[in-house]
Nanobody, 134 residues
């Protein structure tokens, strides 16, 4: 069983940077994707960024591409999300998630779509709040 614990949420001014971290407890298996979602109050959860093992490929939503960077410290088992040039519309609760991908499934199936059945299969952290003021 995988347990994910996020840290790093804060209130910042627009244009500033912030780094979120997610400590991973438990085994993920050979093929998996790790990444971040965010959810504003009253809105659907949005897949923001993810990275896949063993391919090393990454996914970014159009809304964060070029501003956010996902990385992983495998020795410490920590996933990071570096967020640059933050905007008020980035305000949301950010969740770390792990997808133990079944054979034949798309690497970023949970991040690209909005399939509730797929997302129920993920392991989720408790979330960390990011607030960006203009």
């Amino acid at each position: 069983q995988v347990r994910l614990v996020e840290f790093g949420g804060d209130s910042v001014d627009a244009g500033r940077s912030l780094t979120l971290s997610c400590t991973i407890f438990g085994g993920l298996g050979f093929s998996h994707s790790l990444g971040w979602f965010r959810q504003e109050l009253g809105k659907e959860r949005e897949g923001v960024a993810a990275m896949n093992e063993p391919s090393g490929s990454t996914y970014y939503s159009d809304s964060v591409k070029g501003r956010f960077d996902i990385s992983r410290d495998r020795a410490k088992n920590i996933l990071y999300l570096q967020m640059n040039n933050l905007r008020p519309e980035d305000t949301a609760k950010y969740y770390c998630a792990a997808d133990l991908i079944p054979p034949g499934a798309s690497r970023f199936r949970a991040w690209r779509g909005n399939d509730a059945v797929v997302r129920r299969q993920l392991s989720w952290g408790q979330g960390t709040q990011v607030t960006v003021s203009s």
